[in-house]
């Protein structure tokens, strides 16, 4: 059965760092692209971040380019953000998804990340 859970949000002042984590379950991550994609409050789906297949290049969306950093752990089966100098504007719901942008088969259940002093 395939499966992603996220886990790793939580409450942090602007400035401040998260990492959030993907555990994939009932495939191999690294023969999929995956993706990390957001709701604000309000607002539409953003996309942010993308892992691709095999080899894995990295691509981010310019609003958090230089801040936020996408990895993956193949012994895992683990996907990563590691978000840095967080603003409030960050502050969503982080969900892990599998497939090629946009064209999504799996989504996990969602982590709240909030940024506010």
């Known amino acids: 059965q395939v499966q992603l859970v996220e886990s790793g949000g939580g409450l942090v002042q602007p400035g401040g760092s998260l990492r959030l984590s993907c555990a994939a379950s009932?495939?191999?991550?690294?023969?999929?692209?995956m993706n990390w994609v957001r709701q604000a409050p309000g607002k539409g789906l953003e996309w942010v971040s993308s892992?691709?297949?095999?080899?894995?290049?990295?691509f981010y969306a310019d609003s958090v380019k230089g801040r936020f950093t996408i990895s993956r752990n193949n012994a895992q089966n683990t996907l990563y953000l590691q978000m840095n100098s967080l603003k409030p504007e960050d502050t969503a719901l982080y969900f892990c998804?599998?497939?090629?942008?946009?064209?999504?088969?799996?989504w996990g259940q969602g982590t709240q990340v909030t940024v506010s002093s």
């Open positions: 998804a599998r497939g090629n942008r946009w064209a999504f088969d799996r």
């Open positions: 892992f691709s297949s095999g080899g894995g290049t990295t």
């Open positions: 009932g495939f191999t991550i690294n023969s999929y692209s």
